[in-house]
């Protein structure tokens, strides 16, 4: 039996909103079933079979997928492309020739070569890309005014269309080269203060706040990186990758950053695109 897959990395769940909302809308339509593959914590990568090398032979077999599946894969973008340290677990998959639909969740600024790039991705991994592509912008990770609210209503009923159009597009057997916008190579963004200098934030991590911390460790499991220490939540001993999923999920707000380089960034971030309103891109 055909089934529809929402297939995700959503660390502040704008993206897994949207990919469902399409993967829904296709699954309602063709009366088939919907399976959600939730990609974004080391141990869901781990149950997906993400994170061992495919040469060992005690690994978990990798996510895979064939020709009776349909695949609505979706990331957000990090400074314009596909997230960089998490691009390895992704290209571990196996699309093995099921019907790919690449969507990128972007916060208002720009997808840049993020879309692209997914979609090569999946075509290397085995999917059939040929039937759509979508991007979407939505409230941008380190902001609460930047795509705020979003995705809303607006979106949602975009998605659904979306979903729709996958569907007929699918049954008329049309299949082409998306003609997707973007650069090869790819391109990072390149974020500069108001005199031209570059931003520099990788160093920067969110800080706790110890009165309103209650040691739950929601943001323990949450982190993509696996990077806040179990035993003091305050701790964050590996890579960061400024996903902000302990901070805007945090039950508590007891997390922040207050790195300046990272508070300017932001602040030029929302002077020039809170303002903005992006539709989203459907490519068939």
């Known amino acids: 039996m055909k089934t529809v897959h929402a297939l995700y990395f959503s660390a502040t769940l704008t993206t897994s909103t949207i990919v469902k909302a399409i993967a829904e809308s296709i699954s309602n339509t063709l009366s088939l079933p919907m399976v959600t593959e939730d990609i974004t914590t080391p141990s869901q990568r781990a149950a997906a079979g993400l994170l061992e090398e495919p040469s060992d032979a005690c690994a978990v077999k990798p996510l895979s997928f064939n020709e009776n599946d349909i695949v609505i894969f979706g990331v957000p973008v990090y400074i314009g492309r596909v997230p960089n340290l998490i691009k390895p677990f992704l290209c571990r998959i196996v699309g093995g020739g099921a019907v790919g639909i690449p969507v990128v969740v972007y ?133 960061c990758i400024k996903c902000n999923a302990c901070v805007k999920r945090c039950p508590a707000g007891a997390k922040r950053f207050e790195d300046e380089r990272y508070l300017e960034h932001l602040g030029i971030l929302e002077r020039n695109y809170a303002n903005i309103r992006k539709e989203p891109e459907l490519f068939f």
């Open 107 to 239: 916060g208002n600024r720009n997808y840049d070569d993020a879309l692209l790039e997914l979609r090569d991705l999946m075509k290397a991994g085995g999917f059939d890309c040929g039937v759509a592509a979508a991007a979407f912008s939505a409230e941008h990770c380190f902001s609460k005014v930047l795509g705020a609210g979003r995705p809303d209503a607006q979106d949602l009923a975009m998605a659904k269309e979306f979903g729709e159009r996958i569907c007929e597009t699918i049954a008329g057997g049309k299949r082409k080269e998306l003609e997707i916008p973007g650069n090869v190579p790819y391109r990072f963004f390149s974020a500069v203060d108001d005199n031209g200098k570059p931003f520099d934030i990788r160093k920067a991590k969110p800080v706790t706040d110890s009165s309103k911390c209650t040691g739950c460790g929601e943001c323990v499991r949450m982190c993509p990186m696996g990077s806040i220490d179990a035993n003091n939540p305050a701790l964050v001993n590996g890579i």
